[in-house]
């Protein structure tokens, strides 16, 4: 059966610091990923997506950066957080046409 | 903008009473899909319903889909406790890379 991995589950960070947040599937193949943020009491915003290894496409011009280095993994990497960086991170998979499956998440909040 | 929007933002009942939320959206889809999340946790998916479907069932859960109204709405029977969460609908428009739009979600509260 697949599984998605997310780590860290909670992360502390001054504000300009680096980011890196990994995200791995398992039990599937060529999976469309995606990375999404959720704001306290909100729903959840679209940041990146990818449909194959190094295809990355971005949703919102902002200070995040993603990268697929291998079929089944996902990063999401800032090179300087901003307080309005934090937030709940959410990795997705999906075989395109069907059911998406999130990761349990990674809070993070900029200090 | 935000595709789909959920109504009621919050609903409260009372155990055992059945729990209605109502999701519009604006553009054509190929999916609908409804998820629940519990405080602080990940998405869990609940039911995928397709353009050229109208109703799918899943234990206690039916959905619903009007494409010509465009609103789909998402039924709990007999509500249990733990089915206090947030629910979200989300579309999955043609030809775009399987992505979701979320509403904001409707706040469930169960009360025993």
Known sequence: ?111 | SQQGEEDPQALSIQEGENATMNCSYKTSINNLQWYRQNSGRGLVHLILIRSNEREKHSGRLRVTLDTSKKSSSLLITASRAADTASYFCATDRYNQGGKLIFGQGTELSVKP
């Open chain 1, 1 to 111: 059966s697949q599984t998605i991995h997310q780590w860290p589950a909670t992360l502390v960070q001054p504000v300009g610091s680096p980011l890196s947040l990994e995200c791995t599937v398992e039990g599937t193949s060529n999976p469309n990923l995606y990375w999404y943020r959720q704001a306290a009491g909100r729903g959840l915003q679209l940041l990146f997506y990818s449909v194959g290894i190094g295809q990355i496409s971005s949703e919102v011009p902002q200070n995040l950066s993603a990268s697929r280095p291998q079929d089944r993994q996902f990063i999401l990497s800032s090179k300087k957080l901003l307080l309005s960086d934090s937030g709940f991170y959410l990795c997705a998979w999906t075989l395109q046409g069907y059911e998406q499956y999130f990761g349990p998440g990674t809070r993070l909040t900029v200090t």
